[in-house]
């Protein structure tokens, strides 16, 4: 028994590092203004070591309602994150054979979306001994946008891959990432609407100190 307690344990913390800024809450409809965009609420579930299933919610929730839900042992929430882009969908489950396919479930007393898989952790990154950078790839069909005139934050690779930044920890004490010698991040200003479709599965790399989260590649 105590074997599976701490196993169980272990399985929650894994998730709370790993999980808590790897999807945005973007809310479906893209035509909600962007400061209502960026209020969503996430469950994870925790199928396993190296599986574990993004569920956002799919009828509206308070905070109070969100705060008061008392989750079963492999279950935890997402910590509060600020999304970036101006407009964003889901646009299937990551399981789903077609396009607005959503696996849906109710889960401790609410609705609920299936919308991203982390399917592999830990992914190598160049240059990055230190640790600066954690990578892991995320199963989701996710689409963003960001209106002509925004500032956008890209994450340059040593091999020019670029990544946007979609999302940043909400309760942040410091601002700028820390990344590698040989890595960038660059500001750019869009001179015409971006949107972007991002690929599957995602790499999300975070940043440590900071707990920004840059996905891609894309195309820019």
Known sequence: MKKEVLLLLTL???ALALIACENETEILDENVKPEVERVGFELVEIASFSNF??????????QAQFDSIDLSFNWTKNQPREGEPDGGRFLRS????????FTSAE??????LFNAQI???NVPLPDNEEGLLTGRNIAKYHEVKFHAGRTIYVLVSPEGEEYIRISRD????????????????????LEKELNI??????????SENNQDSFQGPVDL
């Open 107 to 112: 889960h401790f007393g609410f609705r609920w």
């Open 53 to 62: 299933l993004v569920w956002i919610n799919e009828e509206p929730l308070t």
């Open 170 to 189: 909400a309760y942040r004490t410091i601002e700028t990432a820390e990344i590698p010698a040989s890595w960038r991040i660059e500001e750019r200003v």
């Open 12 to 14: 929650s913390m894994l």
């Open 197 to 206: 479709e991002l690929p599957n599965p995602t790499l999300n790399i975070r």
């Open 94 to 101: 990551p399981d789903a054979a077609a396009e607005g396919v």
């Open 119 to 121: 399917v592999e952790q």
